[in-house]
C-alpha cells in the first residue's frame, strides 16, 4: 500500500498563451515526494455542457459537425462552452444548455434533468462538463452558429445509437457516450413516470 497522496505544491505559474478557445498555464511543480515536475501544462478551457434532446417520439436529437482535431464530419451531443452571459444568468451550465440548444438545433425545451457532471480530463483540464437530458422540445426557430460552425441535426433511437457505439460502428466523443449511457439509465429508472 503507498503513502498517503498528496497534491503537488506550485512554485510558480504564467500563462504561456491564451486566445479566445483556450489558455495555456505552464505551472512549475513539486510533489509531496520532492520530485521537481516543470513544467506542466494545463489547459485552462471554459466549463462544458452536453445536450441530449429527447424527442416526443423517443428519438433522440444528434449532431454531425466537422472537427478540425480528426479532420472527420463527427457525431455527437449539443455541446459547447460556458459563456460570461451564461454566468450572468446565475446557473450557468443550465443557461449554457439553454442557449446551445436553441443556438445548434433551433429547439427549446421545457425540462433539463442534469444527468452528471464529470472532468473532461482531470490530467491537464481544469473544467467540468454537465450532461443534461432535454425534454419538452418544441422548435422555436432556426439555429445561429458560431461563425466557421455548421451542425446537421439526425434522429436517431437511443438503444441502435448505443449498440453502436459498442460494436465500433460509431465513435464519438468519450464525454458524449458518457452522457448518452447516464441517458439511458436516468430513462430506464424513470419509464413510468410518462414524460412531456
Known sequence: MSDELKPWSVTASRITYEDRWIRLR??????????????????????????????????????????HGRAEIVLGLVAGGVEPADIEAGDAAMAAAR?????????????????????????NHSNIVTSWLAFGLNR?????????????????????????????????QSMHVAALYAAESWLRTHASEGLK
Not at 29 to 53: E, K, M, S
Not at 107 to 118: E, Q, R
Open 26 to 67: 505552464s505551472d512549475d511543480c513539486v510533489t509531496a515526494d520532492g520530485i521537481v515536475v516543470a513544467p506542466f501544462h494545463v489547459l485552462d478551457y471554459p466549463d462544458w455542457i452536453n445536450v441530449i434532446p429527447l424527442m416526443p417520439d423517443g428519438c433522440v436529437l444528434l449532431t454531425r459537425e466537422y472537427r
Open 140 to 172: 422555436s426557430g432556426e439555429p445561429h452558429f458560431d461563425p466557421g460552425e455548421k451542425v446537421d441535426m439526425l434522429f436517431a433511437d437511443l438503444g441502435d445509437i448505443l449498440a453502436d457505439l459498442r460494436s465500433g460502428a460509431v465513435i464519438m
Open 99 to 123: 442557449r446551445e440548444l436553441r443556438e445548434e438545433t433551433g429547439y427549446d425545451a421545457s425540462t433539463f434533468v442534469k444527468l452528471l457532471t464529470s472532468y473532461p480530463n482531470a490530467a
